[in-house]
């Protein structure tokens, strides 16, 4: 006997078909499985699609720190998220807590280590330059290498203080000096400019707040996009949404798309408070915003699924295969009126809502309304 079958699943590309899964695995994606064989069978009739699991690229989920955490499972499982990736909320001194943390969940974490040993404990992490430890972030990412899969800086004023772009020539360091694992990059107000960061970026590198409101944007005053961001495009950075409570602008997200500079990933940057009274709310909110800017189903699942886990290397997540890990969104989509809020205040009517519905997480099927309840 076989573990569980999803029975007319839709995929993204409209197409219908039966997904069987065994031992966490996707074990065969076909028209019509026979169903003898299943221990569980789940009939997914009506406008229910089917992707890999969702990805959720930066978020804030160890709940060692107070400042920005929430619990794994409610941003994560709960809201049709598989995979949380926290972005460096931990540092060195703290990951071994949240590591040992992580384990409880059912949602899967993972860490991009913070360049500062003390992780977000203050808001001002970079502030000083005796919080990055080269040989402490070596030691962590051997002690956990398939936990911390990236290294975070955040490179904006109110973290970096009066050290300017020092830290993020640091973090390119550690970045070499540790297989060039990927590395994540906060950007916000000045200093640093954002042109001087923007050319020393490139291959796996991934600039998050892609479009934030703020100045220091990517984008001139008329729209276009900055040179420096198309060259460090050239040679690979990924852009990240990471929407947050400061950092999405719907007019900003627009010049983005009008000038084809669009995101790598969607990701939410959520934490409870941004949960809780918005204006994150969760990702498929997230992903309603960009369904009013435009952009199509069949464009929109890639960046929350095969991009980000193509961006951290983890090679069993991000697709319908046979063979992948059996992680799985389910999920619907309602002709309905939904206001949506940007970080700016910004209010917009979309027609369009996300909803998800189910997840299939390590192999399991889990019924979102019976979580909730
Ligand atoms: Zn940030
Ligand atoms: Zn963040």
Redesign the pocket.
Known sequence: MYDLLLKSAKLVSGEICDIAIHNSKILEINKNINRDNFKEIIELKGNKYVSAGWIDL?T?SYTGLEL?SDNPDEIGLKSGVTTVVD??TAGALNIEDFYNLSGQYKTNVYAFLNISKTGIVQQNELSDLNNIDLELIKSSIEKYPDFIIGLKARMSKSVVGDNGILPLKLALKAKAENNHIPLMV?IGTKPPEIEEILSLLGKNDIL?HCYHGKENGLFDKEGAPKKELLSALDRGLHLDV?H?KESFSFRVAEQGKKAQIKPHSIST?IYFRNRINGPVFNMATTLSKFLYLGYSLAELIPLVTINPAKAINLAKKGRLEKDMDADITIFTITDEEVELIDSLGTVIKGDKKVIPLAVVLKGEYIDLEEVRL
């Open positions: 930066h804030h920005y972005t460096g906060h998050t990471g947050g940057d």
